[in-house]
């Protein structure tokens, strides 16, 4: 029944191109499995670790011009260089887990801003390698012929399916022991400690994830749209991922992809407005969290299952054992 | 050799001394009782044993190696289990779950294989889920498997945690008042539950105030008062120190129409 949910899901997403034709449509829709990937990667060491990051932005920006340079600068082929980029990524993901070891809750928080304003800065300045304020021109667009005629039709289809494949690779860790060992250093750090998990490594570990599914959307939005800028990546775009990661559910990464999805749409859905949009679109988010205190997960779950792992029981056995009656048998041999 | 040795630990926390110069064995096979007053140091012991506090000065040395400087995660790799005194299960986890998290130092597979999903990560996952789903039978908590800790009752998280505890496949194992808030008949159970896994090897230092569970079921009883140790010995000769008495358990009352005297306070 699951099974069949996704696979409709999945399926009316795939068959949009045939039916809308509109260039404009298909980069916004685009631009939602870009941004899905990023939300789903912000989601394993926020929602699920536990550690704040206000830098997404950034993670997704050093994927996006570590690829750009390298196509533009050393003439590196499209695989090689984002190859490059995600070592990159996953490099500054170590960094940040490290400092998130010594640092804690909104100190973190506040950290990670700094971060991605350092990189703002960077790009801004360091003309010569990352083009400076106008931004990276010259990037080769992947250009991929045999599935339709211009960029936006040709990478719908793969931007789809990687998108799908890094939701469930990401659903596979939550419900590993590397998951576990996140949630449980979110929800109590001194018994995670105290039941030999290594926090310190775990956290690492969701920086690392974190950071390599951002550098993966940056990859991927430098060959959709063959332009990187500092304005791609700043501080309120990071703040947009976490709108779309608590709209989704924060912990939920079936969710994410919805929140992707809504919050990336949504704007545009409402631009004919003109000067209400903004305010129609804060309204559409706050009648969301009312609505669904939990966000879309409590949709997305239903699809997928809840976000808690496997049940090795079936449900009626759990229904016909009330806690209160089994209680009293505790320890008899 | 004891399997556990604390030797002169003192640990302050700003001007107050929660332990003054405590020095503890653990013998093998053991259960010890570690009773005394509120604010006596008893949780703190059990903190610093577990590496979630450094002791300001002394050592602790388990099994021949000093763990005072370890971080925790390496100190329950090393055979120490616990539970803690108020409900410190993952809430956002189900009971399965949290016994599984204990079952990570048997675990090697690298993110990157999770990621991919091995044969070898898979079959970890396998044994760790089987393991946990026994020791959960093991103390009559199976039908939580699947229910998450935040929607658990204060009893039925105690036996989680037990379990939890117990998927370390400790050496030694620290309760910190499992019996707290119980039922009288689920603190029975709890008695026997302990007097099991006694059974089967493991060491337990029990924290408990219900006096009459710890007279029961303890080999030794060490009773500590503002943070020193003032008397250690068997249960007996425990309820009849004068010291620990006056410190801790008050003097045995007669009521009218009964001829012996209680041990201890009533409903302690």
């Given at each position: 029944?699951?099974?069949?949910?996704?696979?409709?899901?999945?399926?009316?997403?795939?068959?949009?191109?045939?039916?809308?034709?509109?260039?404009?449509?298909?980069?916004?829709?685009?631009?939602?499995?870009?941004?899905?990937?990023?939300?789903?990667?912000?989601?394993?060491?926020?929602?699920?670790?536990?550690?704040?990051?206000?830098?997404?932005?950034?993670?997704?920006?050093?994927?996006?011009?570590?690829?750009?340079?390298?196509?533009?600068?050393?003439?590196?082929?499209?695989?090689?260089?984002?190859?490059?980029?995600?070592?990159?990524?996953?490099?500054?993901?170590?960094?940040?887990?490290?400092?998130?070891?010594?640092?804690?809750?909104?100190?973190?928080?506040?950290?990670?801003?700094?971060?991605?304003?350092?990189?703002?800065?960077?790009?801004?300045?360091?003309?010569?390698?990352?083009?400076?304020?106008?931004?990276?021109?010259?990037?080769?667009?992947?250009?991929?012929?045999?599935?339709?005629?211009?960029?936006?039709?040709?990478?719908?289809?793969?931007?789809?399916?990687?998108?799908?494949?890094?939701?469930?690779?990401?659903?596979?860790?939550?419900?590993?022991?590397?998951?576990?060992?996140?949630?449980?250093?979110?929800?109590?750090?001194?018994a995670?400690?105290?039941?030999?998990?290594?926090?310190?490594?775990?956290?690492?570990?969701?920086?690392?994830?974190?950071?390599?599914?951002?550098?993966?959307?940056?990859?991927?939005?430098?060959?959709?749209?063959?332009?990187?800028?500092?304005?791609?990546?700043?501080?309120?775009?990071?703040?947009?991922?976490?709108?779309?990661?608590?709209?989704?559910?924060?912990?939920?990464?079936?969710?994410?992809?919805?929140?992707?999805?809504?919050?990336?749409?949504?704007?545009?859905?409402?631009?004919?407005?003109?000067?209400?949009?903004?305010?129609?679109?804060?309204?559409?988010?706050?009648?969301?969290?009312?609505?669904?205190?939990?966000?879309?997960?409590?949709?997305?779950?239903?699809?997928?299952?809840?976000?808690?792992?496997?049940?090795?029981?079936?449900?009626?056995?759990?229904?016909?054992l009330p806690g209160s009656k089994t209680e009293k048998t505790l320890g008899t041999p | 050799?004891?399997?556990?040795?604390?030797?002169?630990?003192?640990?302050?926390?700003?001007?107050?001394?929660?332990?003054?110069?405590?020095?503890?064995?653990i013998?093998?096979g053991e259960i010890l009782g570690l009773i005394g007053p509120n604010g006596s140091?008893k949780t703190?012991f059990i903190?610093?044993?577990?590496?979630?506090?450094?002791?300001?000065?002394?050592?602790?040395?388990?099994?021949?190696?000093?763990?005072?400087?370890?971080?925790?995660?390496?100190?329950?790799?090393?055979?120490?289990g616990r539970i803690f005194q108020t409900n410190m299960l993952?809430?956002?986890?189900?009971a399965?779950?949290n016994v599984?998290?204990?079952?990570?130092?048997?675990?090697?597979?690298?993110?990157?294989?999770?990621?991919?999903?091995?044969?070898?990560?898979?079959?970890?996952?396998?044994?760790?889920?089987?393991?946990?789903?026994?020791i959960l039978e093991e103390v009559g908590a199976a039908h939580l498997?699947?229910r998450?800790a935040?929607e658990m009752s204060y009893g039925q998280s105690k036996l989680v945690e037990v379990a939890r505890a117990l998927a370390?496949?400790p050496?030694l194992l620290l309760l910190d008042e499992p019996a707290a808030g119980l039922r009288s008949e689920l603190i029975e159970a709890m008695g026997a539950l302990i007097r099991t896994i006694r059974g089967r090897?493991i060491t337990v230092l029990i924290v408990e105030h219900r006096i009459k569970l710890v007279m029961g079921i303890c080999d030794r009883v060490a009773v500590l008062?503002?943070?020193?140790?003032?008397?250690?010995g068997p249960p007996a000769q425990i309820q009849?120190?004068?010291?620990v008495i006056?410190?801790y358990l008050g003097?045995p009352i007669?009521l009218?129409?009964e001829?012996q005297p209680r041990a201890g306070v009533s409903g302690r």
């Amino acid at each position: 029944m699951r099974r069949i949910g996704i696979c409709v899901f999945l399926g009316g997403l795939a068959v949009v191109p045939l039916v809308v034709h509109n260039a404009f449509y298909l980069h916004v829709m685009n631009l939602v499995f870009i941004n899905a990937i990023v939300v789903v990667g912000l989601n394993l060491a926020t929602g699920v670790a536990g550690q704040i990051v206000l830098g997404q932005a950034a993670l997704m920006g050093i994927g996006a011009y570590a690829t750009g340079v390298l196509m533009v600068r050393a003439a590196l082929p499209w695989y090689a260089a984002g190859l490059l980029a995600l070592a990159l990524s996953s490099l500054v993901g170590i960094g940040l887990g490290a400092v998130s070891t010594r640092i804690k809750g909104h100190y973190l928080a506040i950290t990670t801003l700094g971060f991605n304003e350092i990189f703002r800065l960077i790009t801004v300045n360091e003309t010569a390698v990352t083009g400076g304020p106008s931004g990276l021109t010259g990037i080769p667009q992947l250009r991929l012929p045999g599935l339709g005629l211009h960029p936006d039709l040709q990478l719908y289809l793969p931007l789809l399916g990687l998108s799908a494949l890094m939701t469930f690779l990401a659903l596979r860790v939550f419900r590993s022991r590397f998951g576990r060992n996140f949630r449980a250093i979110r929800d109590n750090e001194v018994a995670a400690e105290a039941m030999g998990v290594n926090s310190r490594a775990a956290k690492i570990q969701a920086f690392v994830l974190c950071s390599f599914w951002a550098g993966l959307g940056g990859v991927a939005y430098v060959l959709l749209v063959a332009f990187v800028a500092p304005n791609n990546f700043t501080i309120s775009e990071s703040i947009r991922y976490l709108v779309m990661l608590i709209i989704g559910g924060l912990g939920s990464i079936p969710g994410s992809f919805l929140g992707a999805l809504v919050i990336t749409i949504l704007p545009e859905a409402l631009r004919a407005w003109e000067q209400y949009y903004l305010f129609a679109y804060a309204v559409g988010i706050i009648v969301v969290l009312l609505a669904f205190p939990r966000g879309l997960s409590a949709i997305a779950d239903r699809f997928v299952g809840p976000s808690m792992g496997p049940h090795p029981l079936p449900a009626q056995d759990l229904a016909t054992l009330p806690g209160s009656k089994t209680e009293k048998t505790l320890g008899t041999p | 050799m004891a399997l556990l040795e604390a030797r002169g630990l003192v640990k302050r926390f700003g001007g107050v001394t929660a332990l003054d110069g405590v020095d503890l064995d653990i013998q093998s096979g053991e259960i010890l009782g570690l009773i005394g007053p509120n604010g006596s140091g008893k949780t703190t012991f059990i903190n610093v044993c577990t590496g979630v506090t450094a002791p300001n000065q002394g050592s602790v040395w388990f099994q021949g190696t000093p763990i005072h400087d370890c971080p925790s995660w390496q100190i329950s790799r090393l055979g120490i289990g616990r539970i803690f005194q108020t409900n410190m299960l993952w809430p956002g986890l189900t009971a399965l779950e949290n016994v599984m998290v204990s079952r990570e130092a048997f675990s090697r597979a690298s993110v990157l294989e999770a990621v991919v999903s091995t044969r070898r990560f898979r079959g970890e996952e396998d044994s760790a889920r089987r393991k946990a789903m026994e020791i959960l039978e093991e103390v009559g908590a199976a039908h939580l498997a699947g229910r998450r800790a935040g929607e658990m009752s204060y009893g039925q998280s105690k036996l989680v945690e037990v379990a939890r505890a117990l998927a370390l496949e400790p050496r030694l194992l620290l309760l910190d008042e499992p019996a707290a808030g119980l039922r009288s008949e689920l603190i029975e159970a709890m008695g026997a539950l302990i007097r099991t896994i006694r059974g089967r090897g493991i060491t337990v230092l029990i924290v408990e105030h219900r006096i009459k569970l710890v007279m029961g079921i303890c080999d030794r009883v060490a009773v500590l008062n503002l943070g020193q140790k003032i008397a250690e010995g068997p249960p007996a000769q425990i309820q009849m120190d004068p010291a620990v008495i006056d410190a801790y358990l008050g003097e045995p009352i007669v009521l009218p129409g009964e001829e012996q005297p209680r041990a201890g306070v009533s409903g302690r």
